[in-house]
C-alpha cells in the first residue's frame, strides 16, 4: 500500500514536469510596440509550445545610448503600451521589473530574478538576428548562457551570411536544431525559430508618425489610439 508521503514525494516529481513547457522572454524598448514583437513570439510560442512570454520593457538599454535611439517616450508611456498589448491575451504578461531598476538594465540580472522565480521552467530569451550579431558584447554573455537558452528570430534584412566572425564561433559552441535539446537542457543552446517575415521595426513607425503617415496596419488598434491620444512620435 502506498503511503501518504510516497505520494506527495511521487507527485511533486511529476508536477515539475507537466509544468516545464518554459517560459518565453522578450525584451526591449517597445517605442513603440508593434505587430513584428507580438506576431513574432507568437510564432515562437506556438513552434516551442510555450504557455506564457513575459514583455520586459529596458529602462536604460546599455547598447542604446546614442542619441538616436534614447527612447522617445516615457519608460511609464512605453510600459503602459505594453501592458495594453498584453490585455485580452492568455500569452502575454507585461513585467515592469526593469522599469523599476535604477541605472542600466542588465539581461543577466533579470535572467538571475526570473531563474530564482522559475526554479523548475527552462527560459526561452527571444531575440532578433540584429541583436544575435552584437551578442558576443553583451554584458556577461556567456553567464546569460548558462541561464537560459537563446531562441533567434530570423529577418529578411539580417540574413546568417552576414554574421561576423565572433558570432559564428558562438553558434558553433551553442547552437542547435534539435527541439528536443531545448527541453532536456536547462540552459546553454542557441535555436533559430521558423523564419519569421514580420519586418517591422519601431524607428520605422515613429518616422511615418512623424511625417503623419498612418501606421495601423503596424500596431494593434488599442497602440494606435493610445498614441494619437498622448501625441506621441509628432
Known sequence: MMTNQKMANENSNVS?????????????TFDPIHLGHTQSAQAVANELGLQEILLIPAH????????????????????AMVDIACKNSTLFTCD?????????????DTLKELKQEYPNQPLYF??????????????QYQEILSLCHLVVNTRPN????????ETNVLLCNYQ???????????AGKIFFAH????????????????????CNHLLLPSISEFIN??????
Open 96 to 108: 515592469q521589473r526593469e522599469l523599476k531598476r535604477s541605472g542600466h538594465s542588465y539581461t543577466v
Open 158 to 165: 539580417h540574413p546568417v551570411e552576414q554574421l561576423n566572425n
Open 60 to 79: 536604460i538599454p546599455p547598447h542604446k545610448m546614442s542619441p538616436e535611439l534614447i527612447p522617445h517616450a516615457s519608460a511609464e508611456q512605453r510600459a
Open 16 to 28: 515539475p514536469q507537466k509544468n516545464r513547457l518554459g517560459i518565453g522572454i522578450l525584451g526591449g
Open 126 to 139: 527571444i531575440i532578433g538576428m540584429d541583436s544575435l550579431m552584437t551578442f558576443t558584447q553583451w554584458h
Open 195 to 214: 523564419e519569421c517575415f514580420f519586418d517591422i521595426s519601431s524607428t520605422h513607425i515613429r518616422q511615418e508618425l512623424v511625417q503623419k503617415q498612418s
Open 229 to 234: 491620444k498622448n501625441n506621441l512620435y509628432r
Open 176 to 186: 542547435t536544431t534539435d527541439m528536443t535539446q531545448l527541453t532536456q537542457l536547462e
